[in-house]
């Protein structure tokens, strides 16, 4: 009977992320068409604006509310599963936790207390980092605001050669423990609904986002508390047989460079502000660049021009024709003309397969730089 409760709210779980993940796939590309304007006019204004101006502080704040936009973006696709991890890999999660220690402690109020109890070996995972991050995060956090008149917040990991609950195998243990109110059956039962929430200004995404993450990656989350007693969260993960993974290098920004050779890129996209943002940023790379608002514009643009573009920036989800569709007709005046697709899609979810040529994706929101450098490489 426990075994048919469990599969049955997994079920009802599951149900109401799909709900959630279809309105919040709706909403995603207008979303960030507007946060790739406000991320993109703000680092353009800030390399113009010389140090100790005045609207330097407006400017970085602007940037700073963009950015944590973005991320509660990113946490509401993650919890919808509509973002898929990206950088599986073996990791050990002594040193991911190690290295949160200050930025947690700085998360919790000053009379809360952060312990960490962290084994001298301990067995790799298969994760992703930026998740494992996020779920560690969310756990020490709703753990500090169980605890109104202070207290600790633990983290505990271990290897557990016997399995846990739902896995086959021996696991590793990563447990957030407190000290707080604890909650009774009826409040347990439905903290992993999105939206759910006991806080006044809580959101209810952040124990969604855990459970979508940990279920996503393999993994079960047990939870014990109950009322005066405080809150165990216990995460396990199947060990990885593989061994540990260097993080990969991060990326060189492009920056202002200027290309190695004359270059005209036409640029299509129907959202105004994002399309002049994409302008300014590749003049300023150097570029000749042209602009579009939808396929016949850039069709008309190509006749006019003799189809001497190198590159085409194409948004995928364009009115009456498919971005795919322009590129089509485009690579008929010109075969080898390069591509680079921009959506606030995911790749799979708006590019089945049919880019016809030499293409790229970028996801919005991205910087100019970020559209400098795919541009560069793919005229390379």
């Given at each position: 009977?426990?075994?048919?409760?469990?599969?049955?709210?997994?079920?009802?779980?599951?149900?109401?992320?799909?709900?959630?993940?279809?309105?919040?796939?709706?909403?995603?590309?207008?979303?960030?068409?507007?946060?790739?304007?406000?991320?993109g006019?703000?680092r353009?204004?800030?390399?113009?604006?010389?140090?100790?101006?005045?609207?330097?502080?407006?400017?970085?704040?602007?940037?700073?509310?963009?950015?944590?936009?973005?991320?509660?973006?990113?946490?509401?696709?993650?919890?919808?599963?509509?973002?898929?991890?990206?950088?599986?890999?073996?990791v050990?999660?002594?040193?991911?936790?190690?290295?949160?220690?200050?930025?947690?402690?700085?998360?919790?109020p000053?009379?809360?207390?952060?312990?960490?109890?962290?084994?001298?070996?301990?067995?790799?995972?298969?994760?992703?980092?930026?998740?494992?991050?996020?779920?560690?995060?969310?756990?020490?956090?709703?753990?500090?605001?169980?605890?109104?008149?202070?207290?600790?917040?633990?983290?505990?990991?271990?290897?557990?050669?016997?399995?846990?609950?739902?896995?086959?195998?021996?696991?590793?243990?990563?447990?957030?423990?407190?000290?707080g109110e604890?909650?009774?059956?009826p409040?347990r039962?439905?903290?992993?609904d999105?939206?759910?929430?006991?806080?006044?200004?809580?959101?209810?995404?952040?124990?969604?986002?855990?459970?979508?993450?940990v279920?996503?990656?393999?993994?079960?989350?047990?939870?014990?508390?109950?009322?005066?007693?405080?809150?165990?969260f216990?995460?396990y993960?199947?060990?990885?047989?593989?061994?540990?993974?260097?993080?990969?290098?991060?990326?060189?920004?492009?920056?202002?460079?200027?290309?190695?050779?004359?270059?005209?890129?036409?640029?299509?996209?129907?959202?105004?502000?994002?399309?002049?943002?994409?302008?300014?940023?590749?003049?300023?790379?150097?570029?000749?660049?042209?602009?579009?608002?939808?396929?016949?514009?850039?069709?008309?643009?190509?006749?006019?021009?003799?189809?001497?573009f190198?590159l085409?920036?194409?948004?995928?989800?364009?009115?009456?024709?498919?971005?795919?569709?322009?590129?089509?007709?485009?690579r008929?005046r010109?075969?080898?003309?390069?591509?680079l697709?921009?959506?606030?899609?995911?790749?799979?979810?708006?590019?089945?397969?049919?880019?016809?040529?030499?293409?790229?994706?970028l996801?919005?929101?991205f910087?100019?730089?970020?559209?400098?450098?795919?541009?560069?490489?793919?005229?390379?």
């Amino acid at each position: 009977m426990e075994t048919i409760k469990n599969g049955q709210e997994q079920l009802r779980h599951a149900q109401k992320l799909e709900t959630v993940g279809r309105l919040t796939s709706g909403i995603s590309h207008d979303f960030n068409n507007i946060l790739t304007a406000i991320l993109g006019s703000a680092r353009i204004l800030l390399e113009d604006l010389p140090r100790g101006h005045a609207c330097r502080e407006d400017a970085e704040e602007i940037r700073r509310a963009g950015e944590r936009a973005v991320e509660l973006t990113r946490k509401l696709l993650s919890f919808s599963r509509r973002e898929p991890a990206e950088a599986v890999r073996a990791v050990d999660l002594r040193l991911i936790c190690g290295d949160m220690r200050k930025m947690l402690q700085r998360l919790l109020p000053a009379d809360i207390e952060l312990d960490m109890v962290l084994p001298q070996v301990l067995s790799p995972v298969l994760v992703d980092q930026g998740q494992v991050e996020q779920v560690i995060l969310n756990l020490v956090v709703n753990a500090g605001d169980s605890m109104r008149k202070g207290g600790r917040v633990s983290v505990v990991m271990a290897d557990e050669p016997q399995g846990a609950p739902g896995l086959n195998g021996a696991c590793v243990r990563l447990s957030v423990i407190d000290n707080g109110e604890g909650m009774d059956e009826p409040t347990r039962a439905k903290i992993f609904d999105p939206f759910f929430t006991t806080k006044d200004a809580g959101t209810g995404i952040g124990l969604s986002t855990v459970w979508d993450i940990v279920s996503g990656s393999g993994g079960v989350v047990v939870v014990e508390s109950s009322p005066g007693r405080g809150s165990s969260f216990h995460v396990y993960w199947p060990r990885s047989g593989e061994g540990i993974e260097p993080p990969p290098k991060a990326a060189v920004p492009a920056g202002q460079k200027s290309v190695s050779r004359p270059a005209k890129v036409l640029v299509v996209e129907d959202d105004a502000v994002v399309r002049r943002f994409a302008e300014r940023s590749l003049q300023r790379a150097g570029y000749e660049v042209l602009s579009a608002a939808d396929g016949s514009e850039a069709l008309r643009l190509s006749d006019a021009q003799d189809g001497r573009f190198d590159l085409v920036v194409m948004d995928v989800v364009l009115p009456h024709l498919r971005g795919t569709e322009v590129a089509v007709r485009l690579r008929e005046r010109r075969p080898d003309m390069r591509v680079l697709y921009i959506s606030g899609y995911r790749a799979e979810e708006t590019l089945p397969g049919e880019s016809g040529g030499p293409a790229e994706f970028l996801q919005k929101p991205f910087t100019g730089d970020d559209l400098a450098e795919k541009v560069r490489a793919l005229l390379a």
